[in-house]
């Protein structure tokens, strides 16, 4: 609801009240609707203010109000309404402006910040765009070329820069609210047409084509294929080119379009899934409501490779104090100036002060950790060493410290095994860098606790990041659905087709970067030494074993021989691609002729293999993986595999996640073509389809929110 008040001064209050965000529902319109009119008619009334309780503005329209029957008065004619109002409307921005919420304040006269607020026209990352009237106010209030910027990346804007850009008028740290009702009195009686935002024109720079050209090359490169930020292109060239009620109508037009897309409904599921993978639950009824976490005064990270580097430029920043532990001098030394540098770096982007981070201690005496609340052991994927640091924590740290294992595949259970306390061990997978990446497997065992469950979520909350709890199993969630998928491009490339072909494909559909040129990004040999331990390949391989056959499966020997052949990426200059210049792949002629001896060597007939192959290979065998872990209760539900998905593994955003898209493409028809990919390679048993894609079929293919029940009834290892 907004909620009125008269105050001395002749000022009216409007208090938008809609907890948490203040967001525009039908309730909350209809009462701004009521409550200007009451203020506009009311002759004891100069000047009006428009705020939001609870110390934010607003949120912008009420999400969960786009899946339902549109009720209630539209967002259009009522800020039309307000801006056409005699009397001026001050906009107090607490908190937060985003989205419809901005476009409110952007209807209003005049625009008061608080020094904390942020502002943003954030539709785009909904898979909408600022229809409200955003894309024709904000080019003519801060030019073409800035407006387009915020509109088409959705970013949040500081309360400083937005006084910069001109989107606010007057940025305070004290009191934003006394602040704006100072100023409604000195300009009550004032005429409101020169601040009426429809009637200005857009600054446009001469060369607004290539402006906007420009704009579109970044939006490719960004998030290819997503149809949301190039309609935010098109509305703003609407506002540099139209009167200003011809802008609205091609905005209202492009928001008609996008409003109904499937890519609005993926980007607006994942909104909510992200939020919902925090409200975990284990079928042994523990969850975050009835679990307490235990508070992290002070945090350990163990071993300054690259993944504990990250991890403890994070919690510092969390201003967590750490203690980094490594084992030689020299390795210690190299990780204190790696992470001092990587922390100033940071404090200088952030503009944070040093007293905002935790300080950080370097030692090589893993005595220093007996006070600290919780360990992060980050050393190599080696379980033996793992397993010693475990066994040497239980005896120096507090009885009650929490010990999480970085591991990005190995047995949870293995390594507690070592530690005289296993239900205080929880897997925490970061991802590198792990000081940018969002995304937090907290992978739970069965003896990891529900509080260390708890815990461990708490501080992904503390260090920004998404928690997702997993079940252990190797490779847990995401790694494990990664292997079927470059199994399948491995196996492509030996049928036929050419990295770049792959690539193309996996790109064409919103990925970044195709399998290819992540191998070729992350090393190759990272997933080689991770075969040779398993034995698929190196000196543990038993003499005799049949080149492409493991286990009576069929398996690709293509990255062993490249790492053998010292072709490991882009670190040595050549892997599935040639980088002559840095970073730049080049489809290498030596690798097709490579293939092409592969194939006749071992009888391959090469053959033309097609795009839709290609993708629904890839694709069909990662999400069949999917349901596997959900039929195993290693997921607790196809929203937390999204989550992952999205936030960790590049899946792009406008697609959902994977078991969203399933859905999306029609479960039938994943089963059909993983039925007939399998029959056509019966020797690879992951192309069978699952049986819970089998049972889901069955049910008549219900909406992934309705999975989790179907779920429930199987184990868990949660
Ligand atoms: C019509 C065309 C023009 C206009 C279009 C638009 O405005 S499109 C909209 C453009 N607006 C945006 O894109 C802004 C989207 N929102 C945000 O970015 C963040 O929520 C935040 C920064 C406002 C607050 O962050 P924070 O970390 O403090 O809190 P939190 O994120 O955990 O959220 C708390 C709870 O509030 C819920 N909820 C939040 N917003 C909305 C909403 N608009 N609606 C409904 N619900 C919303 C959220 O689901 C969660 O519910 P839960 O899980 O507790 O049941």
């Not at 008061?112 to 607020?117: E, N, P, Q, V």
Request: with cysteine; aromatic share 6%.
């Amino acid at each position: 609801m907004a909620l009125y008040r008269r105050i001395p001064g002749a000022i009216a209050v409007i208090t938008l009240t809609n907890p948490p965000v203040n967001a525009l529902s039908c309730t909350v319109r209809e009462a701004i609707y009521e409550t200007v009119k009451r203020a506009t008619a009311d002759q004891e009334v100069k000047a009006i203010v428009l705020c939001g309780a609870n110390g934010k503005f607003c949120g912008g329209a009420d999400i969960k109000e786009f899946s339902r029957e549109m009720r209630g008065p539209p967002l259009v004619p009522m800020i039309d309404m307000i801006e056409e109002s005699e009397k001026p409307v001050v906009a107090v921005i607490e908190g937060v402006a985003f989205g419809g919420g901005l476009e409110l304040a952007l209807g209003c006269h005049y625009r008061i910040a608080h020094s904390g607020a942020q502002v943003g026209l954030t539709e785009v990352t909904l898979g909408l765009l600022p229809a409200a009237g955003g894309t024709q106010r904000l080019p003519r209030l801060i030019g073409v070329p800035a407006a387009l910027d915020i509109i088409t990346t959705g970013r949040h804007v500081s309360a400083q820069e937005a006084v910069r850009l001109g989107i606010v008028d007057k940025v305070t740290d004290s009191s934003a609210m006394e602040e704006a009702i100072e100023f409604a009195k000195t300009v009550a009686g004032e005429p409101m047409g020169p601040r009426r935002l429809s009637l200005w024109t857009a600054a446009c720079p001469e060369d607004l084509d290539s402006l906007l050209e420009g704009a579109l090359v970044r939006i490719r490169q960004r998030s290819r294929g997503a149809l949301a930020p190039v309609a935010c292109v098109q509305a703003v060239r609407a506002a540099a080119s139209l009167p200003f009620a011809q802008g609205m109508k091609k905005e209202q037009e492009l928001m008609a379009y996008l409003f109904t897309s499937g890519q609005a409904r993926a980007m607006q599921y994942c909104f909510f899934t992200q939020r919902a993978a925090a409200r975990w639950t284990t079928p042994s009824g523990a969850s975050w409501e009835n679990t307490k976490a235990r508070p992290v005064r002070q945090a350990a990270v163990i071993g300054l490779g690259t993944m504990g580097k990250g991890i403890a430029v994070s919690l510092s920043r969390a201003g967590i104090p750490v203690i980094a532990v490594e084992t030689e001098q020299k390795r210690l030394k190299a990780g204190r100036k790696a992470v001092n540098s990587m922390l100033t770096r940071e404090s200088q982007k952030r503009g944070l002060a040093e007293a905002h981070l935790g300080s950080i201690s370097f030692t090589l005496d893993l005595r220093k950790l007996r006070d600290t609340d919780l360990v992060i052991e980050a050393v190599f994927e080696d379980m033996a060493l793992k397993k010693q640091i475990f066994s040497k924590l239980s005896s120096v740290c507090r009885p009650d410290a929490l010990l999480c294992t970085n591991t990005s595949g190995l047995n949870i259970d293995e390594i507690a095994s070592a530690a005289s306390r296993p239900e205080l061990v929880v897997g925490t997978h970061f991802f590198a860098p792990a000081h940018v990446m969002k995304l937090l497997e907290v992978v739970c065992g069965p003896r990891t606790s529900p509080v260390a469950v708890a815990t461990a979520m708490q501080l992904a909350k503390r260090l920004e990041k998404i928690g997702v709890v997993v079940g252990n199993c190797s490779g847990f969630v995401g790694n494990r659905m990664m292997r079927p998928y470059t199994e399948q491009a491995y196996y492509l490339l030996e049928e036929g087709a050419r990295p770049e072909e792959v690539d193309l494909v996996l790109e064409e559909f919103g990925f970044a970067m195709g399998i290819f040129r992540v191998m070729d990004l992350s090393g190759l040999d990272v997933g080689w030494r991770s075969r040779k331990e398993l034995g698929l390949t190196g000196p543990k391989l038993p003499p005799g074993t049949e080149a492409r056959s493991r286990g009576g499966k069929r398996y690709s020997p293509l990255p062993d021989i490249l790492c053998e052949s010292g072709r490991l990426g882009q670190k040595t200059g050549r892997g599935w691609y040639l980088y002559e210049k840095e970073r730049v792949a080049t489809p290498d002629p030596w690798l097709q002729s490579f293939l092409e001896d592969y194939r006749s060597r071992f009888g391959i007939q090469s053959r033309r293999v097609g795009q839709d192959e290609i993708l629904e290979r890839c694709l069909y065998s990662l999400i069949n993986e999917g349901f596997r872990i959900l039929q195993e209760g290693i997921a607790a539900s196809p929203e937390d595999i999204d989550v992952i998905y999205v936030s960790g593994y590049g899946w792009p955003r406008h697609r959902g996640g994977p078991m969203f898209y399933a859905w999306m493409v029609g479960l039938p028809k994943v089963l059909d073509k993983l039925e007939h990919y399998h029959r056509t390679h019966p020797d690879i048993p992951n192309l069978a389809p699952s049986s819970m894609l089998r049972k889901l079929v069955a049910r008549g293919s219900p909406p992934v929110h309705q999975w989790r029940a179907l779920i429930q009834q199987h184990s868990s290892q949660l």
